[in-house]
């Protein structure tokens, strides 16, 4: 029976086209790539890079992530990327993004930022 014990292959394998859904918030910025199936591959965020408390939220802070993200994937030999944006529209990561991703090329961007509706029944007047 053979084994394999060098877990070193599996970097190794070139991914032709990833997910990456980024989640934008007031505090932090969350990057996560996943393959076509939804399985995570890698993730980063603000948090991870050593930024901390109110640093977290700045352009400076989000554009690292973008950075090591496409470090990450160039590491991958990701050819192709599908953008799934979730939150506030602070588009400072996706200069960066193109900038230093050359190589890679977004082939779509969907917005998954939830519509606001009506809401919930606001509650009575009080009574006099």
Same mark, same amino acid.
């Given at each position: 029976?053979?084994?394999? /014990?060098?877990?070193?292959?599996?970097?190794?394998?070139?991914?032709?086209?990833?997910?990456?859904?980024?989640?934008?918030?007031?505090?932090?910025?969350?990057?996560?790539?996943?393959?076509?199936? /939804?399985?995570? %591959?890698?993730?980063?965020?603000?948090?991870?890079?050593?930024?901390?408390?109110?640093?977290?939220?700045?352009?400076?802070?989000?554009?690292?992530?973008?950075?090591?993200?496409?470090? !990450? *994937?160039?590491?991958?030999?990701?050819?192709?990327?599908?953008?799934?944006?979730? /939150?506030?529209?602070?588009?400072?990561?996706?200069?960066?993004?193109?900038?230093?991703?050359?190589?890679?090329? $977004?082939?779509? $961007? %969907?917005?998954?930022?939830?519509?606001?509706?009506? /809401? *919930? !029944?606001?509650?009575?007047?009080?009574?006099?």
């Amino acid at each position: 029976m053979k084994t394999t /014990g060098n877990r070193s292959n599996k970097t190794a394998v070139a991914l032709p086209i990833g997910i990456l859904h980024v989640q934008t918030t007031l505090n932090n910025t969350i990057m996560t790539l996943t393959d076509r199936k /939804g399985n995570t %591959i890698f993730g980063f965020s603000s948090g991870m890079l050593g930024f901390g408390g109110s640093r977290k939220k700045t352009r400076f802070a989000s554009r690292s992530v973008a950075q090591h993200m496409v470090l !990450r *994937c160039k590491q991958l030999r990701i050819q192709r990327l599908i953008l799934a944006i979730k /939150g506030r529209m602070n588009l400072n990561f996706l200069t960066s993004l193109i900038k230093k991703g050359r190589k890679i090329s $977004i082939v779509q $961007i %969907i917005d998954k930022t939830p519509k606001v509706h009506n /809401g *919930c !029944r606001p509650p009575k007047m009080p009574r006099k």
